[in-house]
């Protein structure tokens, strides 16, 4: 996960409205991001429930268990940040969670951190860098964001390499306590403005589905069918 850091001056409020929290559910190539719900806790867990997962971040506890998976889903989203549940897409099943990523604001008026972790099953398979360009999208095409930042420790160089294919630019090293381990290790900052994501976007279209309008045009589309037919 990405951490906040007190180091990073606020932005300005842009003067755009305030978006409600992420509720579509977005689909790319290999995965559907969705909202995660109570249900949700025991699959999180015991993705998360790993040494080498919480080695790689900051703010991941360990172990970690089903209560810690609760606090997380029982924390609220600000109306512009994300909470996603990674799922890879099933031929005949349900999708099948596989990761987390957040888009945290905590509060700030400035920009929001990105964060993503996957179970370590699902490592080297491109799904982060997958889905970190599905949020930065969203981030900048319906939130109305201007800058995104992210955090990674330095010994964490595949998370490096993913947000670096997003376009995010080094700008700061500092400390940070690491959670799992209690111990101060060093992390890199970095950034991306709306900018220079418009210059260099060349991934997949962004896909939204919004269930409740779908479901919405399906009924009306089933009402149409079972109209009684005027005879003439």
Not at 194 to 209: D, F, G, K, M, Q
Request: contains cysteine; charged residues 25%; negative net charge.
């Amino acid at each position: 996960m990405s951490e906040l850091s007190e180091t990073e001056e606020p932005d300005s409020p842009c003067g755009w409205p305030l978006m409600a929290a992420v509720r579509p559910a977005i689909e790319t190539r290999r995965l559907i991001l969705r909202s995660p719900n109570d249900e949700d806790a025991a699959a999180i867990s015991r993705l998360a429930n790993s040494a080498a997962v919480a080695r790689n971040l900051v703010g991941m506890p360990y172990p970690y268990r089903i209560e810690h998976a609760r606090a997380w889903l029982a924390e609220p989203v600000d109306p512009r940040g994300q909470r996603h549940l990674i799922c890879r897409k099933g031929f005949d099943a349900a999708p099948t969670p596989i990761g987390v990523l957040t888009l945290d604001m905590r509060g700030r008026v400035g920009p929001g951190w990105i964060g993503c972790w996957l179970g370590e099953r699902h490592w080297g398979q491109g799904y982060a860098t997958e889905a970190c360009h599905a949020a930065i999208d969203y981030a900048f095409l319906h939130q109305r964001h201007e800058r995104l930042l992210f955090a990674c420790r330095v010994t964490n160089q595949t998370g490096r390499r993913v947000i670096e294919k997003c376009g995010f630019q080094m700008v700061a090293q500092e400390l940070a306590s690491a959670v799992g381990s209690g111990i101060a290790v060093a992390i890199d900052r970095f950034r991306i403005d709306r900018s220079t994501w418009e210059s260099i976007r060349a991934w997949e279209p962004l896909r939204v589905h919004n269930r409740e309008a779908e479901q919405a045009e399906w009924e009306e589309q089933q009402a149409e069918f079972q109209a009684p037919v005027e005879r003439i």
